[in-house]
């Protein structure tokens, strides 16, 4: 059976807390907090009620976490909007031939440097070791280009 609490004075006590012992109640570091807190239940003469400062307290985190809840499929909902325009926005550029998948741009220019270094071989035939060697030498510094490449950006030479 549940003990009764008959002791009115430490009941009393606690509907009168001192700030430093509603601070202590409410894990603040300093009273500070007690004091610019607007909403913080508090006392005429300045003292503070235990009850009401833990359903305060209990009010303010539950109000929290709804509050958190309510924002994040807001915020999931417009992140998934924006994937999907981006993506209509790239599927139209690709059919106005304004952009090009990576992929075939990718293909194209192995097929081109495979035929580079075919016409390479004749070339060495034809003028020497030296000959296809430049040429390979070129072929790899364009490939290297190309890997360091970023949208957007301008070649010295070209500027």
Request: overall charge negative; glycine content about 4%.
């Amino acid at each position: 059976m549940p003990k009764i609490y008959r002791d009115t004075g430490q009941i009393e006590s606690l509907k009168s807390l001192t700030p430093a012992a509603a601070a202590w109640l409410m894990n603040y570091r300093s009273t500070t907090s007690l004091r610019t807190s607007a909403t913080l239940p508090r006392n005429e003469d300045g003292t503070y009620d235990a009850a009401a400062l833990l359903a305060w307290k209990i009010a303010e985190v539950t109000r929290n976490k709804a509050e958190a809840a309510a924002t994040i499929p807001d915020d999931a909902l417009e992140y998934k909007r924006r994937l999907e325009a981006k993506k209509l926005e790239i599927q139209l550029l690709e059919l106005e031939k304004l952009v090009v998948p990576t992929a075939m741009v990718q293909n194209f220019t192995e097929l081109l440097m495979s035929r580079i270094r075919s016409l390479g071989e004749v070339l060495q035939r034809q003028y020497g070791r030296d000959a296809l060697l430049m040429l390979n030498e070129t072929i790899e510094d364009l490939e290297s280009t190309i890997g360091r490449w970023e949208p957007n950006q301008v070649d010295d030479e070209d500027s």
